[in-house]
């Protein structure tokens, strides 16, 4: 832990130190801002369980267009991100692959539902090409027999969330950026205006802004006033690792995902025989717990998508919170507290938008100009306060 002394003075606070703050914390820092993250484990939080899947096409749904070109215009920038990102943290390889997305429909209905979704790709020019469940299989032959049909979408890839945030965490300190490992205990606020906080050492901090990217906990932060942030709900996912033995690889050579009676399913295959299976959606609070419940749910889809899952190793199962917004959409930029910035409420896309929201937020914490880009995602949609 970095000794701070009392009354130190940042250009730039940083409050919550996961992939989104740190990212934040790296790209203001390149910009020659004095940076201080605070987070007693910075790294952690839900990159730890994410899947890691950059995926704005499959991940669309209808009346999220802005959220889609902020995804679309983030996954562009990610094979220059992860290659800079690599370089400016000492070599650490952040598991980027370019493998394509398959999404499968099991029966009728989800078949219609995914000509549905294939349609409405068209209409909006993106690049998904339907297949029948034959084509389907030809390109992972471990599919069930019974799936009836897919989407393939070439430019969806994947990322590995915990390299990532081990990836974020040494660029930021070999950027110059202060990581004190430690909690805030309260936003302080002098002249309705956010001027700093008063961390669990004792210790007070002030800052010209304050960046809060706590996740789900982001409006819990004691000495926020009323009203600044719209309630962050936690949504608990749970997610499987399992192992492919070296004799049945490639098992699965792309991301894989589907809607098995009614709930989300993915399968993301890592290049080091690693396999992701998740994720359940479950409104619960901040409980972290896994369940056998869940793990049973995930298995039970899993085996009916890809029978052969059944015979791998499980190594390990975990749960995380996605940290979602009112609208499912991120907030992005000065709240209608002066000294203020948000960026959290990224909900299932966290680690997608990664490198469009360091750079968004960089631009705003630099310049004092919000890109147009992020003008649709401002925290004060919520309150009817212009930024």
């Not at 050579?253 to 809607?259: K, L």
Request: aromatic share 4%.
């Amino acid at each position: 832990m970095t000794r701070l002394v009392r009354g130190a003075h940042a250009e730039v606070l940083v409050i919550g130190g996961g992939i989104i703050g740190l990212v934040v914390a790296w790209r203001a820092a390149q910009r020659g801002l004095r940076v201080l993250l605070v987070d007693p484990w910075p790294g952690h939080g839900a990159a730890q369980v994410a899947a890691g899947m950059l995926a704005p096409v499959t991940e669309l749904q209808y009346g999220e267009e802005p959220l889609l070109r902020l995804g679309m215009a983030s996954n562009e920038r990610y094979a220059s991100f992860a290659a800079e990102l690599t370089e400016a943290s000492g070599g650490r390889d952040i598991g980027y692959r370019q493998c394509g997305t398959l999404a499968v429909a099991l029966d009728a209905d989800d078949r219609a539902e995914l000509r549905e979704l294939h349609a409405f790709h068209q209409r909006l020019g993106l690049d998904s090409q339907w297949l029948t469940g034959r084509e389907a299989r030809r390109l992972e032959p471990m599919l069930a027999p019974g799936v009836r049909g897919g989407l393939h979408v070439t430019d969806d890839h994947q990322v590995d969330g915990r390299r990532l945030a081990e990836a974020l965490l040494h660029a930021c300190e070999r950027a110059g950026a202060v990581v004190h490992r430690t909690e805030v205990t309260d936003l302080l606020v002098e002249h309705d205006r956010a001027t700093g906080a008063r961390l669990a050492t004792g210790e007070s901090v002030t800052a010209d802004r304050i960046v809060l990217a706590a996740g789900s906990r982001s409006h819990l932060l004691p000495g926020l006033p009323p009203g600044v942030l719209p309630a962050i709900r936690p949504v608990k996912g749970q997610v499987l690792r399992l192992r492919v033995p070296e004799a049945y690889r490639p098992f699965l050579s792309r991301n894989v995902r589907a809607v098995v009676r009614g709930g989300h399913l993915y399968l993301v295959p890592r290049e080091n025989g690693e396999l992701v299976v998740g994720a359940t959606t479950e409104e619960q609070g901040h409980d972290t717990t896994v369940t056998a419940g869940g793990v049973y749910e995930l298995l039970r889809d899993a085996h009916e998508l890809v029978p052969g899952i059944t015979e791998l190793p499980l190594v390990e199962t975990g749960a995380g919170l996605r940290p979602g917004s009112p609208d499912n959409a991120p907030l992005l930029g000065p709240t209608a507290l002066p000294g203020l910035v948000a960026a959290t409420g990224h909900y299932r896309n966290g680690v997608l938008l990664t490198p469009v929201t360091g750079d968004l937020l960089a631009d705003y914490l630099a310049t004092g100009t919000l890109p147009e880009l992020a003008h649709p995602f401002a925290p004060t949609r919520f309150t009817k306060v212009p930024a």
